[in-house]
């Protein structure tokens, strides 16, 4: 069976750690060649690109705060330029500020939703006119379980969630006859830096008793990346914590 990730290019925003640095990973041990976006881990960027090169596949770093609409659009103007135009956009960057209904701020909620859901369709619109010319594209968002069921972390963390689903929908919708699938991933509790803030998550709340990997999650989102008749749709991977 032909690869259909060979050669293809992709982006993985916030790829430094965590789940997005697994999904980089798992994307080019796939075949891909993967732009690695990160903030402030250049360090953890770097490596990832180092670990992506030993697959025998390229790699870079950029570094973008991708809640701007300025450095999202230099972001792929440089992936563009440095790797090729970008065919799979996977929106992993995100915040997760514990606050409670009694503790959160305006900030709170304004740097949440930048990051979280504005950062996403930043990066879909910059990336639709490559792939509309190309008709082909795959575009990975990470929602959370928190959308689902209202999750600790605080109303603006599964707002901004529940956003990512419904920006899923409207361009999946819009995007079918095209070539571009898209999808969301909303995951359970998984073991990164962002679980370790949230103490009062334990694994023995999961009907499956721990918390996932990274790898649970990049293991999907490859599949959504090769796979072209799922579109539109939120892939649960949360150790039974909702059934959707
Ligand atoms: P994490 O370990 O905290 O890593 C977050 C990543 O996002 C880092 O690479 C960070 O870059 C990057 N980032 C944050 N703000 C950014 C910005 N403005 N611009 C560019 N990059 C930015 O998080 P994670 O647990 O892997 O989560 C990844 C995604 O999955 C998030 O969207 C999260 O909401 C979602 N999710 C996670 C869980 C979980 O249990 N962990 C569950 C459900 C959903 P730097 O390293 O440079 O700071």
């Not at 993967?34 to 960027?45: H, L």
């Not at 990066?123 to 082909?136: T, V």
């Not at 901004?160 to 999946?172: E, M, V």
Request: proline share 4%.
């Amino acid at each position: 069976m032909e690869n259909p990730l060979t050669d293809k290019i992709a982006l993985v925003s916030g790829g430094s750690r965590g789940i997005g640095r697994a999904i980089a990973l798992a994307l080019a041990w796939a075949g891909a060649d993967v732009a690695v976006n990160y903030r402030a881990n250049e360090n953890g960027a770097r490596e990832a690109c180092d670990e992506i090169r030993r697959l025998g596949r390229r790699a870079m770093a950029v570094r973008a705060d991708v809640s701007r609409a300025a450095e999202a659009a230099r972001l792929m103007d440089r992936v563009r330029r440095e790797l090729g135009p970008v065919a799979i956009l996977v929106n992993n960057a995100g915040i997760g500020t514990v606050r409670t209904m009694d503790t959160i701020t305006e900030e709170d909620w304004d740097d949440t939703l930048a990051i979280n859901l504005k950062a996403a369709y930043l990066l879909i619109q910059a990336a639709l006119p490559d792939m509309r010319k190309a008709r082909w594209g795959r575009i990975v968002s990470l929602s959370s379980v928190a959308a689902q069921i209202g999750g600790l972390i605080g109303p603006h963390y599964a707002a901004s969630k529940g956003g990512i689903i419904g920006l899923t929908h409207y361009y999946a919708a819009h995007l079918a006859g095209e070539g571009i699938t898209v999808n969301t991933i909303a995951p359970g509790p998984v073991d990164t830096d962002m679980m370790a803030g949230l103490p009062e998550m334990r694994p023995e709340m999961l009907p499956v008793g721990r918390f996932g990997t990274v790898d649970e999650i990049a293991d999907v989102a490859v599949m959504l990346a090769r796979n072209g008749y799922i579109t539109g749709q939120t892939i649960n991977v949360n150790g039974g914590r909702y059934f959707g």
